[in-house]
């Protein structure tokens, strides 16, 4: 057997999604409305899914209603409909006991864009 | 332009399991394809082209491995192209290869699928790679793993068309029952509803053991054009439709997040293709990455129009009216990514000519089976039709 470890450093350019990105590192739910029905997506679709390519940035308030969730051996993720959006969003659930139905946004940082949901009230610092 | 008919003139399957006998993908790859050929009554001289199924270069480290499946095989001089779709990959390398014969530029193809899944990296780092699988912008960043992913979708689709816990238990025992008369399978188990239940939770209502194991193995088909079907071999199976399709990447941004849209779309593509109707399917190899997964295809298959009764009416069992996953499918076999697609195929060809393993060959053959295959929670979806030759034994 051959024993090899690789280590890869990756330089990754969201391109035009960066506006996304920046707003997850806050903690801003950015969003995309269609210029032709305003349809809003988030995460955020370059081509709505009426078809059209045009749309413009918004924020969201950043709250959630959490549909479904799933929780295990890699914590908790959910399948959520953020407060203004018309598209369902799947996520990381953080700090949200199993009885409550809403959170929301937690700010990234500046580490890796983390879609994540927390405690109403709770959320972290950013 | 004229479209020329395919025949799967040989088949055959390396084990699916982790293997510890010091054996590499270029090893399962020769071993595939050196059966299936010779099932074939061919040359390796006959092949005109080579189709390699292969997940990831993560997996065995070898970028362009088609061209060095070429030499490794002895098929130097061959035209050769890697196909890839996720999970699907196999299934996109059939159709490829089919289709190129049906265009009239190849005479006799090999279509090989191979993957160390199982032995070349971690199960924590393949698990890691797996995410961004999807979206790696959004679900990857965010560190959804496909067990999360697949629970949510199944969730949403029990929520929507039904599907119990007592289903989910009942998937798994009949997909590693199945296996247990497959010796090549990876989990050939007989466990019981309280084992599943008792079983780690992974991503609920995901327990361990409604989970496909990572394998490793390798699978081979050749087709050739009908018309130049060698003649001992003129039982073989045939390619009778072929359909794929996509679906939105992101989960949320699907109308129904629970049903497999592009499987359903990729469906009625091949039968449309075949003159088929879902009703006719008697036989099916499903992508059962998880055990609510087999549920939601048969759904989007259109395989059943109430799953549940029907699962528990035996409809999917080896004696059922269409049986399903008779190898262990991906939860029973094992799934070598690459090697899944083909390895499907493969196991419809060598059933619907009664070629199959003596305890799991059915007694009476039905005209049509199915070889389901998707990438992604279904974003991918590829589908192949085999009919079974008027001469079959
Ligand atoms: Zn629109």
């Known amino acids: 057997m051959i024993s090899h470890h690789l280590g890869l450093d990756y330089a990754l350019n969201p391109g035009w999604m960066a506006p996304y990105v920046a707003g997850l590192s806050v903690g801003k739910a ?79 940082g500046d580490d890796l864009p983390v879609l994540c949901l927390t405690a109403l009230g709770g959320e972290r610092d950013g | 332009m004229q479209v020329r008919d395919v025949t799967v003139t040989g088949a055959a399957l390396t084990p699916f399991n982790r293997r510890k006998d010091g054996t590499g993908f270029r090893d399962w790859a020769l071993s595939a394809f050196e059966m299936a050929l010779e099932r074939s009554g061919l040359e390796r001289s006959d092949i005109d082209a080579l189709y390699v ?30 196909c890839e779709g996720g999970g699907a990959s196999g299934q996109v390398a059939v159709h490829t290869a089919a289709r190129a014969i049906q265009a009239g530029a190849a005479k006799h193809v090999a279509v090989i699928g191979a993957d160390p899944s199982a032995s070349s990296l971690s199960g924590d780092a393949v698990r890691t790679l797996y995410g961004f699988s999807f979206d790696a912008w959004t679900d990857g960043m965010t560190g959804l793993t496909s067990t999360a992913l697949y629970a949510l979708s199944f969730q949403a689709f029990a929520a929507e068309h039904g599907g119990t816990e007592a289903d989910l238990a009942t998937v798994t025992l009949q997909n590693r029952s199945n296996a247990c008369h497959n010796p090549g399978a990876h989990l050939p188990r007989r466990d019981s509803p309280q084992d599943i239940a008792d079983s780690p939770a992974i991503a609920s209502p995901y327990r361990r053991l409604h989970c496909s194991p990572l394998s490793d193995g390798a699978a081979a088909i050749i087709l050739s054009r009908t018309d130049a079907t060698p003649r001992t071999r003129i039982g073989a199976a045939r390619i009778a439709g072929m359909g794929a399709a996509t679906d939105h990447m992101h989960l949320g941004a699907r109308a129904d997040p629970g049903f497999f849209n592009a499987k359903q779309m990729a469906m009625q593509r091949a039968c449309a293709d075949a003159g088929a109707t879902p009703a006719e399917i008697g036989l099916a190899e499903l992508y059962d990455a998880y055990a609510g997964t087999q549920l939601q295809a048969i759904a989007a298959l259109g395989l059943s ?88 034994a």
Request: glycine share 12%; aromatic share 6%.
């Open chain 2, 53 to 82: 199924a292969s997940e990831s270069d993560f997996f065995h480290l070898q970028l362009n491995p088609a061209s060095v499946l070429a030499t490794e095989l002895g098929l130097t001089g061959v035209a050769a192209t890697r």
């Open chain 1, 30 to 108: 950015r969003a995309r409305r269609c210029q032709s029905c305003a349809a809003t997506s988030f995460p955020p679709l370059r081509v709505c899914t009426c078809g059209c390519l045009k749309g413009d940035w918004t924020d969201l308030p950043g709250t959630a209603q959490i549909l479904f969730r799933t929780t295990g051996l890699d914590g908790d993720f959910g399948l959520v409909h953020f407060d203004g959006a018309t598209t369902k969003t799947t996520l990381r659930l953080q700090a949200i006991p199993a009885t409550e139905t809403r959170g929301i946004i937690a700010a990234s």
């Open chain 2, 305 to 392: 129009e109430d799953v549940s009764r029907d699962l528990n009416d035996g409809a999917f069992a080896p004696s059922g009216r269409c049986a399903i996953n008779l190898s262990g499918g991906l939860m029973g076999q094992g799934a070598p990514v690459g090697a899944t697609g083909v390895g499907q195929t493969a196991t419809c060809a060598l059933l619907l000519e009664g070629r199959y393993h003596p305890a799991l060959q059915p007694d009476t053959l039905p005209r049509y089976a199915l070889a389901d295959t998707h990438g992604g929670v279904c974003t991918l979806s590829a589908v192949t039709i085999l009919e079974r030759a008027e001469r079959a």
